[in-house]
């Protein structure tokens, strides 16, 4: 059964740095788009990053671009995120998503998806 399972959030003071965890059971994260999406509370929820399969393309919201750096570990078969310079604005949930069933390789129809990971900034 493919699932996805986020961890790493937490607390951190603004200007910290937090590194998420995206970990994929029963599928290659390597064979699929996987993106990073975040929602913060009464607001939508926002796509932030995506990896394209084989992370031909690679893409940032203007909101983190130079901040947040996406990688992936195909041994460890896993997408993580490395967030710097953290702003309170950064507060949310965090996922990640697969697009999985579709597999156009596109993040925006993503349709596998984490349960998320709490990530707060605030001194």
């Known amino acids: 059964q493919a699932r996805l399972v986020e961890s790493g959030g937490g607390l951190v003071q603004p200007g910290g740095s937090l590194t998420l965890s995206c970990a994929a059971l029963?599928?290659?994260?390597?064979?699929?788009?996987i993106g990073w999406f975040r929602q913060a509370p009464g607001k939508d929820r926002e796509e932030i990053s995506c990896?394209?399969?084989?992370?031909?393309?690679?893409t940032y919201a203007d909101s983190v671009k130079g901040r947040f750096t996406v990688t992936r570990d195909n041994a460890k078969n896993r997408v993580f995120l490395q967030m710097n310079s953290l702003k309170p604005e950064d507060t949310g949930v965090y996922s990640c998503?697969?697009?999985?069933?579709?597999?156009?390789?596109?993040?925006?129809?993503?349709?596998?998806w984490g349960q998320g990971t709490r990530v707060t900034v605030s001194s």
């Open positions: 029963g599928f290659a994260v390597d064979n699929y788009a």
């Open positions: 990896l394209s399969r084989r992370v031909a393309f690679i």
């Open positions: 998503a697969a697009d999985y069933i579709y597999d156009t390789n596109r993040c925006s129809v993503a349709d596998l």
